[in-house]
C-alpha cells in the first residue's frame, strides 16, 4: 500500500533551518508529485510548493520563495523539504501528500511538527 | 486572509442535511477543478472529494461535490456524528499555487 513517512518532530531557534524528509513507498515514486502543506496551531492549510520527482522541477509558493527548498533522491524515494531563516510563524505540522500536478490526492504523511523557540 | 472563501462554521443535526460553499475566482475554481478534504484534531487531512465531484474509494455517497462558475459546494446529507470535523476546499490557481480555503469546522448538535 501507498505509504509516504515523514521524519520526526524538531525544535530549531530562530534564524536556523530544518530540513524534513519525506519516504515514499507502495508505488511507483516517479509517477506522481510530492506536494508540501503544512498547518500553523489552530489554524488551516498553506500550500507550500510540490515537486516532480521524476525530473527534479519544483513549483514553489510566492510567499515561500526563497527560504523553502523541495528536492528528492529517487535512489531511496525520499523527498526533503528545507525552510530556511525560520521565524516563529514557521511554528506548525509539516505535511507531504503524493498527488498530481495541481492538486493532493489521499495519501498524505503523518506530519512533522516542527517549533520555532528560543 | 485564505483565497477561497469558506464560512468559519456550519452545523446541523444528526440526520440532517449541511452545505459548505467555497467561493473563489476566474483564476482558480473558474478554470480549475477543485477537492475536498476532510481533517479531524490531530490528525493529516483526508481526501473527501476530487475534480469537483468524484469520491475516492471508501468516501461514503452522503457526500457529494459540486462546482458552478467560481463557487463550489460541498453537502452532507444523513449527518452523522463522526462527520464533525474540518473540511477544506482546494484548487489550482493561475498564479501557479494550490490556493485552500480556510476551513470551515463542521458541527454535529
Known amino acids: 500500500q501507498v505509504q509516504l513517512v515523514q521524519s520526526g518532530a524538531e525544535v530549531k531557534k530562530p534564524g536556523a533551518s530544518v530540513r524534513v524528509s519525506c519516504k515514499a513507498s507502495?508505488?511507483?515514486?516517479?509517477?506522481?508529485?510530492i506536494h508540501w502543506v503544512r498547518q500553523a496551531p489552530g489554524q488551516g492549510l498553506e500550500w507550500m510548493g510540490m515537486?516532480?520527482?521524476?525530473?527534479?522541477?519544483?513549483t514553489y509558493t510566492q510567499k515561500l520563495q526563497g527560504r523553502v527548498t523541495l528536492t528528492r533522491d529517487t535512489s531511496t524515494t525520499t523527498v526533503y523539504m528545507e525552510l530556511i531563516g525560520l521565524t516563529f510563524d514557521d511554528t506548525g505540522v509539516y505535511y507531504c501528500?503524493?498527488?498530481?500536478?495541481?492538486?493532493?490526492?489521499?495519501?498524505w504523511g503523518l506530519g512533522t511538527l516542527v517549533t520555532v523557540s528560543s | 486572509q485564505s483565497v477561497l472563501t469558506q464560512p468559519p462554521s456550519a452545523s446541523a443535526t444528526p440526520g440532517q442535511s449541511v452545505t459548505i460553499s467555497c467561493s473563489g475566482s476566474s483564476s482558480n475554481i473558474g478554470s480549475e477543478t477543485v477537492s475536498w478534504y476532510q481533517q479531524f484534531p490531530g490528525t493529516a487531512p483526508k481526501l473527501l472529494m476530487y475534480n469537483n465531484n468524484q469520491r475516492p474509494s471508501g468516501v461514503p455517497d452522503r457526500f457529494s461535490g459540486s462546482k458552478s462558475g467560481t463557487s463550489a459546494s460541498l453537502a452532507i446529507t444523513g449527518l452523522q456524528s463522526e462527520d464533525e470535523a474540518s473540511y477544506y476546499c482546494a484548487s489550482w490557481d493561475a498564479t501557479l499555487n494550490v490556493v485552500f480555503g480556510g476551513g470551515t469546522k463542521v458541527t454535529v448538535l
Open positions: 515537486v516532480n520527482p521524476s525530473s527534479g522541477s519544483t
Open positions: 507502495g508505488y511507483t515514486f516517479t509517477h506522481y508529485f
Open positions: 501528500a503524493r498527488g498530481t500536478y495541481g492538486a493532493a490526492d489521499e495519501n
